[in-house]
Protein backbone atom coordinates (compact mmCIF):
# COMPACT_ATOMS: atom_id res chain seq x y z
CA UNK A 1 0.00 0.00 0.00
CA UNK A 2 0.84 3.70 -0.33
CA UNK A 3 -0.15 6.29 1.52
CA UNK A 4 -3.44 7.02 0.20
CA UNK A 5 -6.63 7.45 2.21
CA UNK A 6 -8.04 4.58 4.11
CA UNK A 7 -11.52 3.51 5.13
CA UNK A 8 -10.45 2.92 8.32
CA UNK A 9 -11.29 6.08 10.68
CA UNK A 10 -12.67 7.07 13.66
CA UNK A 11 -16.01 8.44 14.74
CA UNK A 12 -16.19 11.06 17.84
CA UNK A 13 -19.61 9.80 19.19
CA UNK A 14 -22.34 10.22 21.11
CA UNK A 15 -23.97 7.13 22.72
CA UNK A 16 -27.68 6.99 24.35
CA UNK A 17 -29.61 4.35 26.14
CA UNK A 18 -32.80 5.17 27.56
CA UNK A 19 -34.70 2.54 29.63
CA UNK A 20 -38.85 2.54 29.62
CA UNK A 21 -39.57 0.06 31.75
CA UNK A 22 -40.32 -1.47 35.08
CA UNK A 23 -38.62 2.04 35.65
CA UNK A 24 -37.26 4.71 34.05
CA UNK A 25 -33.99 5.44 33.21
CA UNK A 26 -31.69 7.20 30.69
CA UNK A 27 -27.67 7.63 30.58
CA UNK A 28 -26.08 9.69 27.54
CA UNK A 29 -21.69 9.69 27.19
CA UNK A 30 -19.53 10.83 24.34
CA UNK A 31 -16.82 8.07 23.54
CA UNK A 32 -15.00 7.55 20.35
CA UNK A 33 -15.34 4.20 18.49
CA UNK A 34 -13.11 3.45 15.71
CA UNK A 35 -14.49 1.06 11.96
CA UNK A 36 -11.19 -0.73 10.80
CA UNK A 37 -11.17 -2.58 7.82
CA UNK A 38 -9.36 -6.00 8.31
CA UNK A 39 -7.02 -5.55 4.97
CA UNK A 40 -5.89 -2.67 6.06
CA UNK A 41 -4.84 -3.58 9.53
CA UNK A 42 -1.12 -4.04 8.56
CA UNK A 43 -0.75 -0.98 6.72
CA UNK A 44 -1.87 1.41 9.97
CA UNK A 45 -0.31 -0.98 12.41
CA UNK A 46 3.16 0.76 9.68
CA UNK A 47 2.18 4.02 9.48
CA UNK A 48 0.90 4.63 12.92
CA UNK A 49 2.74 5.32 16.04
CA UNK A 50 -0.20 5.10 18.30
CA UNK A 51 -1.80 2.28 17.14
CA UNK A 52 -0.63 -1.31 16.72
CA UNK A 53 -2.10 -4.80 15.21
CA UNK A 54 -1.46 -7.60 17.01
CA UNK A 55 0.72 -6.11 19.08
CA UNK A 56 0.92 -3.64 21.90
CA UNK A 57 0.12 0.16 21.50
CA UNK A 58 -1.22 3.07 22.71
CA UNK A 59 -4.06 2.00 21.04
CA UNK A 60 -3.96 -1.84 19.74
CA UNK A 61 -6.26 -3.95 18.23
CA UNK A 62 -5.85 -7.94 18.66
CA UNK A 63 -7.08 -10.61 16.72
CA UNK A 64 -7.96 -12.24 19.88
CA UNK A 65 -10.91 -9.94 21.20
CA UNK A 66 -13.31 -11.00 18.29
CA UNK A 67 -15.22 -13.96 17.11
CA UNK A 68 -13.15 -17.25 18.80
CA UNK A 69 -10.45 -15.50 19.46
CA UNK A 70 -8.10 -18.40 17.76
CA UNK A 71 -8.55 -18.30 13.76
CA UNK A 72 -7.49 -15.52 11.49
CA UNK A 73 -10.57 -13.32 12.00
CA UNK A 74 -10.66 -13.20 7.44
CA UNK A 75 -10.41 -16.94 7.74
CA UNK A 76 -13.03 -17.15 10.19
CA UNK A 77 -15.75 -15.07 9.13
CA UNK A 78 -15.38 -15.73 5.15
CA UNK A 79 -16.08 -19.23 6.97
CA UNK A 80 -18.85 -18.10 8.78
CA UNK A 81 -19.94 -16.60 5.31
CA UNK A 82 -19.75 -19.49 3.43
CA UNK A 83 -22.00 -21.98 5.40
CA UNK A 84 -24.67 -19.97 5.16
CA UNK A 85 -24.79 -19.03 1.43
CA UNK A 86 -23.40 -15.50 1.86
CA UNK A 87 -20.05 -15.65 0.70
CA UNK A 88 -18.09 -12.44 -0.28
CA UNK A 89 -15.28 -13.72 -2.81
CA UNK A 90 -12.63 -11.96 -0.82
CA UNK A 91 -14.60 -8.28 -0.39
CA UNK A 92 -14.03 -6.06 2.40
CA UNK A 93 -14.86 -6.77 5.82
CA UNK A 94 -15.08 -3.72 8.25
CA UNK A 95 -15.58 -3.50 11.63
CA UNK A 96 -16.91 -0.94 13.73
CA UNK A 97 -15.78 -1.63 17.45
CA UNK A 98 -12.98 -0.52 20.65
CA UNK A 99 -9.68 -1.67 20.41
CA UNK A 100 -7.58 -2.00 23.13
CA UNK A 101 -6.66 1.34 24.80
CA UNK A 102 -3.05 0.98 27.39
CA UNK A 103 -3.88 -2.77 27.28
CA UNK A 104 -7.26 -3.00 27.99
CA UNK A 105 -10.10 -3.64 26.00
CA UNK A 106 -14.34 -4.10 26.54
CA UNK A 107 -16.64 -4.12 23.37
CA UNK A 108 -20.20 -4.22 24.55
CA UNK A 109 -20.65 -4.55 20.64
CA UNK A 110 -18.90 -4.77 18.16
CA UNK A 111 -20.71 -4.63 14.43
CA UNK A 112 -18.67 -6.61 10.98
CA UNK A 113 -19.76 -5.14 8.10
CA UNK A 114 -19.24 -7.62 4.77
CA UNK A 115 -18.97 -6.65 1.24
CA UNK A 116 -19.10 -8.75 -1.78
CA UNK A 117 -16.18 -7.83 -3.47
CA UNK A 118 -18.90 -6.04 -6.37
CA UNK A 119 -19.30 -3.83 -3.29
CA UNK A 120 -22.53 -5.25 -2.51
CA UNK A 121 -23.26 -5.02 1.64
CA UNK A 122 -24.08 -8.78 1.95
CA UNK A 123 -24.37 -9.57 5.69
CA UNK A 124 -23.78 -7.58 9.14
CA UNK A 125 -22.48 -9.53 12.42
CA UNK A 126 -23.29 -8.19 15.75
CA UNK A 127 -20.75 -9.29 18.23
CA UNK A 128 -22.36 -8.95 21.68
CA UNK A 129 -19.48 -9.05 24.79
CA UNK A 130 -20.99 -8.93 28.35
CA UNK A 131 -19.13 -8.34 31.32
CA UNK A 132 -18.81 -11.88 32.13
CA UNK A 133 -16.01 -12.49 30.05
CA UNK A 134 -18.78 -14.11 27.58
CA UNK A 135 -19.45 -13.47 23.44
CA UNK A 136 -21.69 -14.09 20.80
CA UNK A 137 -22.76 -13.03 17.58
CA UNK A 138 -25.48 -12.91 15.33
CA UNK A 139 -25.48 -12.89 11.48
CA UNK A 140 -27.61 -11.30 9.84
CA UNK A 141 -28.18 -11.27 6.29
CA UNK A 142 -28.14 -7.57 4.46
CA UNK A 143 -31.25 -5.89 3.13
CA UNK A 144 -31.54 -3.14 0.73
CA UNK A 145 -31.00 -0.19 2.64
CA UNK A 146 -34.26 2.48 3.16
CA UNK A 147 -34.45 5.61 1.54
CA UNK A 148 -32.33 7.55 3.82
CA UNK A 149 -29.23 4.68 3.79
CA UNK A 150 -30.66 2.88 6.90
CA UNK A 151 -30.30 -1.26 7.32
CA UNK A 152 -33.01 -2.51 9.43
CA UNK A 153 -32.46 -6.16 10.97
CA UNK A 154 -34.03 -8.20 13.94
CA UNK A 155 -33.36 -11.64 15.99
CA UNK A 156 -34.21 -12.99 19.06
CA UNK A 157 -32.18 -12.95 21.64
CA UNK A 158 -30.25 -15.70 22.18
CA UNK A 159 -27.39 -14.41 24.74
CA UNK A 160 -27.51 -12.95 28.48
CA UNK A 161 -26.13 -9.24 28.48
CA UNK A 162 -27.75 -7.33 31.91
CA UNK A 163 -28.67 -8.86 34.74
CA UNK A 164 -31.44 -6.48 35.10
CA UNK A 165 -33.11 -8.00 31.38
CA UNK A 166 -35.19 -11.01 30.79
CA UNK A 167 -33.95 -13.13 28.14
CA UNK A 168 -37.30 -13.58 26.16
CA UNK A 169 -36.61 -10.34 24.10
CA UNK A 170 -36.12 -8.93 20.70
CA UNK A 171 -33.47 -6.95 18.75
CA UNK A 172 -34.72 -4.11 16.45
CA UNK A 173 -31.62 -2.56 14.75
CA UNK A 174 -31.41 0.37 12.52
CA UNK A 175 -27.66 1.04 11.29
CA UNK A 176 -26.48 3.43 9.24
CA UNK A 177 -23.23 1.91 7.64
CA UNK A 178 -20.00 3.29 7.61
CA UNK A 179 -18.48 3.61 4.41
CA UNK A 180 -14.94 5.68 4.87
CA UNK A 181 -16.27 8.97 3.08
CA UNK A 182 -14.83 12.01 4.61
CA UNK A 183 -17.42 13.44 6.95
CA UNK A 184 -19.70 11.04 7.13
CA UNK A 185 -22.40 10.27 10.03
CA UNK A 186 -22.27 6.60 11.32
CA UNK A 187 -25.92 5.30 13.01
CA UNK A 188 -26.05 2.53 15.03
CA UNK A 189 -29.58 1.71 16.81
CA UNK A 190 -30.89 -1.13 19.03
CA UNK A 191 -34.94 -1.08 19.97
CA UNK A 192 -35.15 -3.90 22.33
CA UNK A 193 -38.79 -5.31 22.93
CA UNK A 194 -40.07 -7.85 25.31
CA UNK A 195 -43.76 -9.75 24.74
CA UNK A 196 -45.70 -6.40 25.79
CA UNK A 197 -43.38 -3.95 24.45
CA UNK A 198 -40.22 -1.71 23.89
CA UNK A 199 -38.16 -2.10 26.80
CA UNK A 200 -34.87 -0.21 25.83
CA UNK A 201 -33.57 1.82 23.46
CA UNK A 202 -30.32 2.53 22.47
CA UNK A 203 -28.03 4.45 19.71
CA UNK A 204 -23.95 5.83 18.93
CA UNK A 205 -23.92 8.50 16.33
CA UNK A 206 -20.86 8.92 15.50
CA UNK A 207 -18.67 11.88 13.19
CA UNK A 208 -15.83 10.39 10.94
CA UNK A 209 -12.37 11.84 11.40
CA UNK A 210 -9.29 10.56 9.67
CA UNK A 211 -7.40 7.67 11.48
CA UNK A 212 -4.12 9.58 12.02
CA UNK A 213 -1.71 9.87 15.07
CA UNK A 214 -2.85 13.46 15.22
CA UNK A 215 -6.37 12.40 15.14
CA UNK A 216 -5.98 9.40 17.73
CA UNK A 217 -4.07 11.84 19.90
CA UNK A 218 -6.72 14.36 20.37
CA UNK A 219 -9.37 11.50 20.64
CA UNK A 220 -7.36 10.22 23.98
CA UNK A 221 -6.98 13.72 25.64
CA UNK A 222 -10.74 14.05 24.88
CA UNK A 223 -11.89 10.50 25.59
CA UNK A 224 -8.77 9.07 28.16
CA UNK A 225 -9.05 5.30 28.75
CA UNK A 226 -12.13 5.48 26.98
CA UNK A 227 -12.40 1.71 27.16
CA UNK A 228 -12.56 1.50 31.15
CA UNK A 229 -14.93 4.63 31.05
CA UNK A 230 -17.46 2.03 29.32
CA UNK A 231 -17.17 -0.64 31.74
CA UNK A 232 -16.83 1.73 34.38
CA UNK A 233 -20.10 2.82 33.05
CA UNK A 234 -21.91 0.16 33.20
CA UNK A 235 -21.33 -0.76 36.66
CA UNK A 236 -22.03 2.71 37.64
CA UNK A 237 -25.34 2.55 35.38
CA UNK A 238 -26.48 -1.18 37.15
CA UNK A 239 -25.81 0.19 40.46
CA UNK A 240 -28.44 2.97 39.70
CA UNK A 241 -30.67 0.55 38.45
CA UNK A 242 -30.48 -1.95 41.71
CA UNK A 243 -31.09 1.17 43.70
CA UNK A 244 -34.63 1.57 41.71
CA UNK A 245 -35.23 -1.87 42.37
CA UNK A 246 -34.62 -3.58 39.66
CA UNK A 247 -34.33 -7.21 40.61
CA UNK A 248 -31.04 -9.80 39.60
CA UNK A 249 -32.25 -12.41 36.72
CA UNK A 250 -29.79 -15.84 36.67
CA UNK A 251 -27.58 -16.30 34.06
CA UNK A 252 -28.46 -19.45 31.74
CA UNK A 253 -25.41 -21.28 30.44
CA UNK A 254 -24.38 -19.14 27.13
CA UNK A 255 -25.65 -20.20 23.34
CA UNK A 256 -22.70 -21.51 21.00
CA UNK A 257 -20.86 -18.59 19.26
CA UNK A 258 -22.84 -17.67 16.57
CA UNK A 259 -26.41 -17.61 15.85
CA UNK A 260 -27.51 -17.64 12.27
CA UNK A 261 -30.81 -15.27 11.49
CA UNK A 262 -32.32 -16.08 8.22
CA UNK A 263 -33.64 -13.38 5.75
CA UNK A 264 -36.65 -12.78 7.97
CA UNK A 265 -34.68 -10.99 10.11
CA UNK A 266 -33.32 -8.79 7.69
CA UNK A 267 -35.68 -6.13 7.50
Given at each position: ?????????L???????R?LK???????Y??????????????????MR??????????????????D?????????E?????????????P???????????Y????????????R???????????????????????????????G?I????D??????????????Y???????T?A???????????????????????V?E?Q?????T???A????????????????W?????W????K??D?????????????????
Amino acid sequence: MNDAPLVSGLYEAKVMHRRLKPARHRLDYRMVTFLLDLDELPELDRRMRLFGFDRPGVVSFRSADQADGQTPLREWIEARLDEVGLGIDGGPVRILCLPRVMGYAFNPLSVWFCYHRDGTLKALLHEVHNTFGERHAYLIPAPEPDAKGIIRQSCDKDFFVSPFMDMQMRYHFRIRPPTGAEGETVVVAIHQTDPEGPILHASLVGERQPLTDRTLALALLRHPLVTLKVIAGIHWEALHLWRKGLKLRDRPKPPPLITVVGPAGAG
